[in-house]
């Protein structure tokens, strides 16, 4: 089943808002059957919101929109839709008192006069409750086709088109034919060399359609088939078994996993504690492990030592030995890496030290150039690298491969 979306708001076109909510619907919509086959962003004026709703309704009779529903002057949607189908708009009395209760639970006094228009319903629509916020949302059945206008506040959108439209669409599109993907997550190692790695396989995937998605932490290899549900399965199963093994120790994970649950898993798989220190990363380390529910009892703790006397002082790095190799060098990283293991008594440990920029390198170490170590029950691993990218980007590149190093040893 084909569908269009009409995402509405001036600030997604200046550019102060990312459009979440065209992702998440995608999403949502798949494995119920339904396809998204163009999207479209228009500003807070009636006939750029009225048009596109017409003409998504022309190709596919099937328009779903976002935002536009609140109180404010700027909030034109369900005004622009209602003209461009021709119905009436009035206020609904049971919409107003519900909307009038929300606000008297929330806080007290009586509620906005501009609340008054989210009340306001088109001739023949259904009102579609929303337990998340005062905005109800619409659908319209028209000859046509379908509108649904839904909020635009991510959460509200989210739960809403849970509730209200993957159901409707799964009974439309029937159980027969659907659209499902599976991401395998990889990390340390670019697009390109996965691409090469992959080619003849994936040429070989002759019903399943494989995309490359890379990001600052990884590259995500996304299978997508579509069919009976029973052939989808079957496809993505035999892709998967043809692409793991060739992925190799590149592949850490699937879905939306991250790296530092994984380190966290193979860790507590052995028993063993884990303890960080981190000098252009600050902390990220730290931070991507105290992320996951339950790390506690793997990740004992971290120590920041951004500037040398905190390396000597607290990991008990020599001054002569900073002095003579310079602080970014592996040399120094080791040394972070022996000193965090003593001191917390871990059998694990990462340590990182690099120049994040934007000054401070240079022609031996530019900006980019990260040092890392990990320590394993003994074992210690040291390498050297440069990353591309802005200061952001080169420590959150850092804080990847320094859990990578140690989930290789592992």
């Known amino acids: 089943m084909d569908l269009e979306l009409v995402t509405v708001g001036n600030e997604l076109l200046l550019g102060f808002t990312h459009d979440t909510n065209a992702r998440d619907l995608a999403l949502a919509v798949a494995p119920a059957g339904g396809r998204i086959v163009r999207r479209a962003t228009v500003g807070d004026e009636p006939h750029a919101i009225g048009d596109a709703v017409g003409q998504a309704l022309a190709r596919t009779g099937f328009v779903v929109t976002?935002?536009?529903?609140?109180?404010?002057?700027?909030?034109?949607?369900?005004?622009?839709?209602?003209?461009?189908?021709?119905?009436?708009?009035?206020?609904?009395?049971?919409?107003?008192?519900?909307?009038?209760?929300?606000?008297?639970?929330?806080?007290?006094?009586?509620?906005?006069?501009?609340?008054?228009?989210?009340?306001?319903?088109?001739?023949?629509?259904?009102?579609?409750?929303?337990?998340?916020?005062?905005?109800?949302?619409?659908?319209?059945?028209?000859?046509?086709?379908?509108?649904?206008?839904?909020?635009?506040?991510?959460?509200?959108?989210?739960?809403?088109?849970?509730?209200?439209?993957?159901?409707?669409?799964?009974?439309r599109s029937g159980t027969a034919h659907r659209v499902q993907s599976r991401t395998l997550r990889t990390t340390g190692i670019s697009e390109s060399a996965l691409a090469d790695r992959l080619a003849e396989s994936v040429a070989s995937l002759a019903d399943v359609e494989v995309a490359f998605l890379p990001s600052l932490r990884t590259v995500d290899i996304r299978v997508t088939a579509s069919g009976e549900a029973d052939v989808v399965s079957r496809r993505l199963d035999e892709a998967e078994t043809l692409l793991r093994p060739i992925l190799a120790d590149d592949l850490y994970g699937a879905a939306e996993e991250d790296l530092a649950a994984t380190v966290l898993e193979m860790l507590r798989q052995r028993d063993a504690r884990l303890a960080v220190a981190e000098s252009c990363t600050g902390g990220l380390i730290a931070a991507r492990l105290t992320e996951v529910a339950g790390a506690g009892d793997t990740f004992l703790g971290g120590i920041v030592t951004y500037g040398n006397k905190a390396k000597t002082r607290d990991l008990g790095v020599q001054e002569d030995l900073i002095a003579r190799v310079g602080a970014v060098s592996v040399e120094v990283a080791e040394a972070m890496v022996r000193g965090v293991t003593d001191r917390f008594g871990v059998d694990a440990a990462i340590a990182v030290t690099g120049i994040a920029g934007p000054s401070g390198g240079t022609s031996e170490k530019p900006v980019g150039t990260i040092c890392l170590a990990a320590a394993w029950r003994g074992e210690i691993r040291v390498v050297k690298r440069h990353v591309p990218g802005s200061r952001y980007q080169v420590r959150r590149r850092a804080a990847q491969a320094a859990l990578d190093l140690l989930r290789r040893m592992l």
Do not use: C
């Open 66 to 171: 976002s935002g536009g529903l609140g109180p404010t002057s700027d909030d034109l949607t369900r005004e622009a839709v209602a003209k461009e189908l021709r119905r009436e708009l009035k206020v609904d009395q049971s919409v107003l008192d519900d909307i009038v209760a929300r606000f008297a639970k929330l806080r007290p006094g009586p509620m906005p006069a501009s609340n008054r228009k989210q009340a306001e319903v088109p001739a023949a629509a259904e009102v579609l409750a929303n337990a998340h916020g005062s905005a109800p949302g619409l659908w319209i059945d028209d000859d046509r086709g379908t509108v649904v206008l839904l909020p635009g506040v991510p959460s509200e959108f989210r739960a809403m088109a849970a509730e209200y439209l993957v159901p409707r669409i799964r009974e």
